[in-house]
């Protein structure tokens, strides 16, 4: 009987999800794995408590609220509501019908966990291992843990990101940023991207107009997100950049790796290595940049598949040390370093 629900529960996600993406290096039976693998994961998430984790309060203010602020918002003008994640609310609109406030950060958590495994591991079954690698590393974990709304965001990015059609995809692209206002940065790179293919630029080109794009962001973002009164900016340009340059150095040695597989890989994956050379270029200028470079990290991962040769030996290297360090000082903090208990 269980067997049999999991067979039919695998026909409907395959009519709602798997005949509108496009076809995977994998069989039918490891996409039935997949979608298994990937339902553990969502039901172990949604399943924690929903108190334990930081920023839990606001997620429920916001199932409880979502049509007040909303209204509240549309008062203050179209410019508000764009830049203030109108569709991320709208969702709690439309949940808070049917789930208690608890159940609403659930679901929430439960869609975009399901949804990012089950796309992140069907990529191709010759990587299974580090894809699973991929999908538990801190940077990509906390956004079903803690940032719900950049999980989401992902989930519907990775959706448009593999749809076969071009208005399926420009549209689920495009709700991203009134979702979570990080791929406000990721869209626009993501379409640069698209330009420069079709204007056919050299990738060196395209590396020096990414890292322009950056430039131009580090010292704007934070005027312009004030401007149209995104919420925000006044709690971003209070903060003080605090950070190592250890995370510059990493992904510099990634970005570096990249550029020594040559120009057609670069071309090929021209949004993804625009995503690295845009976080690089506002690394020590703009508060926000970690949470955009996260936004579109399992692209940037998954772009590293590609390379050939000792190039890729190389990046599985580099790959397990930073999944080693981002886990080893978590392993003795409450909640793995997200639990309410490391902010008390």
Not at 194 to 216: D, E, I, K, Q
Request: charged share 10%; hydrophobic share 55%.
């Amino acid at each position: 009987m269980v067997t049999e629900n999991i067979v039919l529960f695998h026909r409907v996600f395959f009519i709602v999800v798997d005949a509108n993406i496009y076809q995977f290096n994998s069989t039918p039976r490891y996409a039935c794995g997949c979608l298994i693998l990937a339902l553990i994961f969502a039901f172990a998430l949604a399943s924690l408590p929903v108190d334990a984790f930081v920023d839990r309060d606001n997620y429920l203010r916001y199932a409880s609220s979502a049509a007040e602020i909303f209204a509240r918002g549309f008062g203050e003008g179209p410019a508000y509501i764009v830049t203030n994640e109108p569709v991320w609310l709208l969702i709690n609109v439309m949940l808070s019908f049917f789930c208690e406030d608890e159940d609403v950060v659930r679901m929430v958590v439960f869609i975009s966990s399901l949804l990012s495994a089950y796309l992140l591991l069907r990529v191709d079954s010759k990587f299974f291992f580090i894809l699973l690698l991929f999908l538990i590393l801190p940077q990509v974990l906390k956004n079903y843990v803690v940032h719900l709304r950049q999980g989401l965001a992902v989930a519907v990015f990775l959706l448009g990101w593999f749809s076969r059609g071009g208005a399926a995809r420009n549209v689920l692209i495009l709700l991203t940023p009134f979702i979570h206002a990080s791929f406000f940065f990721v869209v626009v790179i993501y379409y640069c991207s698209v330009v420069f293919a079709l204007l056919r630029f050299s990738s060196g080109l395209r590396v020096a107009l990414f890292a322009l794009a950056g430039g131009t962001a580090a010292f704007s973002a934070l005027w312009l997100a004030s401007s149209l009164g995104a919420r925000q900016a006044e709690a971003y340009s209070q903060n003080d950049l605090d950070i190592s340059g250890l995370g510059f150095i990493y992904w510099s040695a990634i970005a570096t790796v990249y550029f020594l597989q040559g120009k057609t890989f670069l071309k090929e994956n021209s949004f993804q290595v625009g995503m690295l050379v845009f976080y690089l270029a506002v690394y020590f200028f703009l508060p926000v940049s970690g949470r955009i470079f996260e936004s579109a990290l399992i692209l940037v991962l998954l772009s590293g598949l590609r390379l050939t040769s000792w190039r890729r030996a190389l990046y599985y290297l580099l790959f397990c040390f930073y999944f080693i360090m981002q886990w080893l000082p978590r392993l003795s903090q409450p909640g793995f370093g997200w639990g309410v208990e490391n902010y008390i």
